[in-house]
């Protein structure tokens, strides 16, 4: 499936779901892409949230949460590589445009093959 033809099938999917690409020589990747669910569960666009940084600091703009939930998503993220996983999977409460917080199950697939780009990150809602 080429990136268009999967950005139609995320745009259809009824929770909230955004791709990213890694950048070189960063950890603050580019966001490519994120679904209509995404922008009404969180009220957020991808002019709003060029890159992660940006996200991250609209989804949880406590810089001592924030530090937390991404001091946990790196770990997360090894123990994946390590372990040679799929996926990666947390909870973490983000911050909605209004102001609201709530509780998400986050998922991202993740790849071990360096070609492979774009990675997606998808947000079930828990309460």
Request: hydrophobic share 40%; glycine share 4%; proline share 6%.
């Amino acid at each position: 499936m080429d990136k268009p033809e999967y950005q139609q099938f995320l745009q259809k999917l009824p929770f909230p779901a955004l791709l990213g690409e890694p950048a070189e020589n960063s950890n603050n990747h580019k966001v490519t892409f994120v679904n209509q669910a995404f922008i009404d569960e969180f009220g957020f666009t991808l002019t709003q949230m060029p890159d992660k940084d940006a996200w991250w600091q609209l989804a949880y703009p406590d810089p001592a949460y924030r530090a937390v939930v991404a001091s946990q998503w790196e770990l997360e993220w090894e123990l994946a590589e390590d372990k040679n996983l799929e996926k990666i999977s947390m909870e973490a409460c983000v911050t909605n445009k209004g102001g609201e917080e709530y509780r998400y199950r986050v998922i991202s697939a993740i790849s071990h093959n360096p070609q492979e780009r774009v990675y997606q990150v998808f947000f079930i809602r828990l309460d």
